[in-house]
């Protein structure tokens, strides 16, 4: 079945406000396997921080590695300065034994890695060797011999060239069979090891290049540093020498804390990918001095406290951070320091006033909800020291009464109905904003959102959170961010890689679930690094050059959502194309995103009024087979974002537009 569409675009009704290229922002996160996915770092436990998982006391991931019947394992306290834990392994000379530890893990090949190792040793352990395994054939990989030359703690630091790609590698650190032997059974024969990493040699500011080269391609924007964790986070902890900064427990997500990625390394990879970033403080056991402290870290000059703390730890000028954000779902029972809305704008304010004193040029963002209760003394208290009101939207089929006996096709329309919500909530925020001159002036910054299938405890088979019907519900939402970017300023896709249910792109084949998921590893391809559906349809939104919104008149079939339960919003006669339309800069360029949120094929005839097109206009796709299609490691370019040259005439007949679909229809002219 066809159905039939016309789409006016008034090309000469350019709005007056531009559109920020912060809306198509990304959002990092230290969630489950984030920082694992997205760093160049392939071991974990690297500083021997988590406790034993077998009998022998050796740290989390690690193993013994030794052929010895009396090798002794313990863990100790570190290094002087250091972290995390050392690990102390004893040889007994009578054994004549190889001894150490091992890892699974998975490396690229051929690669090189830089190791890096601290370690001691009785004087008579002369060297250690470092080698990566198949451990499925024995077969070496890569091996290095590493000269111990101190009794006292050094730091080492050696390549290892591994010949080939392996997904089941084991690297292993031990003191081999021929090392001197001794007869003193009290003291000797001792291995202390305070830290062993890999890092890949081709890693851009510690993140996998791979993971560099797809995030290039986003334009983001705009990348915010944020999430549940950062409420008991303290910056302090993630500056300076790495490894004398401190373990920390991720006390909202469990697991350690990645003390590898702190706010140096966020700036580094911010820049390196030429975006501004965003830094949400933590409000919920830090304090406003904390805050601004953290704000002086980042932009005071090399002569202030912080600055000159800064300058030491190797960043002589300053970042110039200009946006911050204060608290991050503190209405959320899960947040470290949630409260009641009076008591966060009491909280905001004090925040605001010690965060304006560090540097009175920074952009405040302050955390909003849908939910006008929260919002309206937020802003009565707190409206003339901020700039921004966030929201957090997250779209599924929950709020539908829906679970996964309700039919897929009534799912699927449920989750095509995100921009519904998303305009809902947006008009109701703006109503609170401007019901007051005093805080007239603040903006909506979506800084977190995605689709969310709930109930994600029975979440089985395909992850929903990536398949091409989420994309068609990011894209439409997105469409209506653009077409309310006169307040919407700034978006933050959540999140960048893995760890929250959907991240845009994927490390590997373990997809991130508090309750469900396969073991990484399972298809023996745990490091293929590619983008889901919603990773293309961010890169197309984000490359348009969009300058300016242009109104658009539609006519086209609706559907119905069945839903279940009552919502805030009315579900019937949802039309099925979502459009939103934007001319750039020179206004020789005219973008039109059509999103096809229906079941069927639609014949579109597109008419751009007041502009003279070329001949010929440019069609970007994203489609499939089915709104349940995914990129996978076994079919990463399943859903591609695809383009074709098109007749500009032929649009006066229709042009047709698949189901479950997202569009770009860029035309050159003039007006």
């Known amino acids: 079945m066809t159905n039939k569409a016309n789409i006016t675009v008034d090309c000469a009704g350019a709005s007056r406000h531009a559109v920020n290229p912060f809306l198509f922002g990304h959002f990092v996160e230290d969630i489950r396997d984030h920082m694992e996915a997205m760093l160049a770092f392939p071991l974990k436990d690297m500083d021997f921080e988590s406790e034993s998982e077998t009998k022998r006391e050796i740290s989390g991931s690690w193993q013994a590695y030794t052929n010895g019947r009396n090798t002794k394992y313990a863990l100790e306290a570190p290094a002087p300065k250091h972290s995390g834990r050392a690990q102390r392994i004893r040889l007994l000379s009578d054994d004549e034994a190889y001894a150490g530890i091992a890892q699974k893990t998975a490396l690229q090949g051929p690669a090189d890695y830089k190791i890096k190792v601290v370690a001691r040793a009785s004087i008579e352990l002369k060297r250690l060797v ?66 062993v990493s890999l890092l890949a040699a081709d890693n851009i500011a510690l993140v996998k290049r791979e993971v560099v080269d797809l995030t290039r391609e986003l334009n983001a924007g705009m990348m915010r540093l944020a999430g549940n964790y950062i409420s008991a986070y303290h910056w302090e902890h993630g500056v300076g020498p790495v490894l004398e900064r401190p373990v920390m427990y991720n006390e909202a997500w469990g697991g350690w804390t990645s003390k590898y990625f702190g706010t140096d390394e966020f700036i580094a990879f911010c820049r390196e990918l030429q975006v501004e970033p965003l830094i949400c403080v933590n409000d919920g056991s830090g304090t406003p001095e904390e805050a601004a402290a953290w704000i002086e870290y980042c932009n005071g000059a090399a002569d202030t406290p912080m600055g000159a703390l800064r300058a030491a730890n190797g960043y002589p000028e300053p970042y110039g951070v200009k946006y911050w954000e204060i608290g991050n779902e503190v209405w959320g029972g899960w947040q470290v320091g949630t409260c009641s809305a009076e008591e966060f704008a009491a909280r905001t304010v004090s925040f605001a006033q010690a965060m304006k004193a560090a540097d009175p040029s920074i952009v405040l963002l302050a955390c909003g909800h849908y939910d006008q209760a929260w919002n309206k003394p937020v802003l009565e208290q707190a409206g003339e020291l901020i700039d921004y009101l966030t929201l957090h939207i997250y779209h599924g089929y929950g709020p539908f009464g829906m679970n996964r006996s309700t039919p897929s096709d009534d799912r699927y329309k449920a989750i095509a109905a995100y921009p519904e919500f998303t305009r809902h909530y947006l008009r109701e925020t703006t109503d609170s904003i401007k019901a007051n001159p005093k805080h007239a002036h603040v903006k909506i910054a979506i800084t977190e959102y995605n689709t969310m ?37 700034i978006g933050s896709f959540s999140d960048l890689v893995n760890g929250w249910l959907g991240g845009c792109i994927r490390v590997g084949d373990y997809y991130a679930d508090q309750y469900c998921g396969k073991e990484s590893g399972w298809s023996n391809r745990p490091l293929d690094v590619y983008g889901t559906p919603t990773y293309e349809v961010m890169k197309l939104y984000a490359n348009r050059d969009l300058k300016h919104m242009l109104p658009v008149q539609a006519n086209c079939a609706t559907f119905a959502v069945p839903a279940l339960k009552e919502t805030p919003v009315e579900l019937n006669g949802l039309p099925e194309l979502d459009i939103a339309a934007g001319v750039n800069g020179a206004g020789d360029t005219v973008t039109v995103f059509i999103v096809n949120r229906g079941l069927n094929e639609v014949n579109t005839v597109l008419d751009l009024a007041d502009f003279e097109a070329a001949g010929e206009m440019v069609l970007y796709e994203i489609t499939g087979e089915g709104y349940d299609e995914i990129n996978s490691v076994f079919e990463p370019e399943n859903i591609m974002s695809k383009s074709r040259t098109v007749q500009t005439a032929e649009w006066k007949q229709g042009v047709p537009l698949r189901p479950s679909s997202i569009y770009a229809a860029v035309f050159q002219g003039k007006v």
């Open 130 to 195: 470092v080698e990566a395994v198949d451990r499925h054939t024995e077969e070496t990989l890569g091996s290095v011999v590493i000269e111990l030359v101190s009794h006292n703690w050094r730091e080492y630091e050696a390549d290892l060239a591994v010949s080939r790609a392996c997904a089941n590698a084991e690297l292993r650190i031990y003191i081999p069979e021929d090392h001197p032997r001794w007869t003193d059974h009290v003291s000797t024969g001792m291995l202390w090891l305070d830290h």
């Open 453 to 489: 299938y709930y109930p994600n405890t029975v979440r089985k088979g395909l992850p929903n959170e990536h398949t091409l019907g989420a994309a068609v519900a990011n894209a439409s939402n997105l469409n209506e961010m653009l077409r309310s970017s006169d307040m919407v300023h």
